[in-house]
């Protein structure tokens, strides 16, 4: 029974001196008041301050995106492509959705732009996509290239449009 009381003094005297040592060492130190190094006023009105300027608002990437083909108004027929350039977030396993709306606001083509290089960049990666409009829709449209959101927030939705009109 010696040994157990003895056991258990040991341990109770070990955590004591864990938790002071936890105390004492995880407190920050205070600065002493006998410190020698003191500032003046006139040393703290000569202190430079640097100035804080506000980050630049950020832009969509939608901003980014460069369309070669079909530059906006141009007509184009029942199957056309679509190039350019986007940024590599803008893609998500290499492609994103191209869509084309008639000008009542229905989809009459749906699609995806393929990455021609490597897409996991943030630099601008060149794009491909072949357009078939189906149910033979002919006058303006507007030709609709999405971010591809996977997540499906809505602070991801990103997209460009681009009048076009279909002969």
Excluded: C
Aim: proline share 9%; glycine share 8%.
């Amino acid at each position: 029974m010696g040994n157990f009381i003895w056991s258990v003094i040991v341990i109770f005297l070990l955590v004591i001196i864990g938790v002071l040592g936890w105390i004492i060492f995880a407190q920050p130190a205070s600065p002493s008041a006998s410190s020698s190094a003191t500032t003046t006023p006139s040393e703290v009105s000569e202190a430079t301050t640097p100035e804080l300027t506000p980050p630049a608002p950020e832009q969509p990437l939608s901003a980014r995106v460069q369309v070669s083909l079909p530059v906006s108004g141009s007509e184009v027929g029942s199957t056309f492509e679509v190039t350019g350039q986007a940024p590599g977030n803008w893609y998500f396993e290499a492609s994103f959705p191209v869509m084309v709306r008639d000008k009542d606001g229905n989809k009459i083509a749906r699609t995806h732009a393929q990455a021609q290089t490597d897409w996991m960049t943030t630099e601008l990666v060149t794009f491909k996509s072949t357009v078939t409009i189906e149910g033979g829709y002919k006058g303006p449209a507007d030709l609709i290239l999405l971010r591809d959101n996977p997540s499906g927030l809505p602070e991801n939705d990103d997209s460009i449009t681009i009048p076009i009109v279909i002969k």
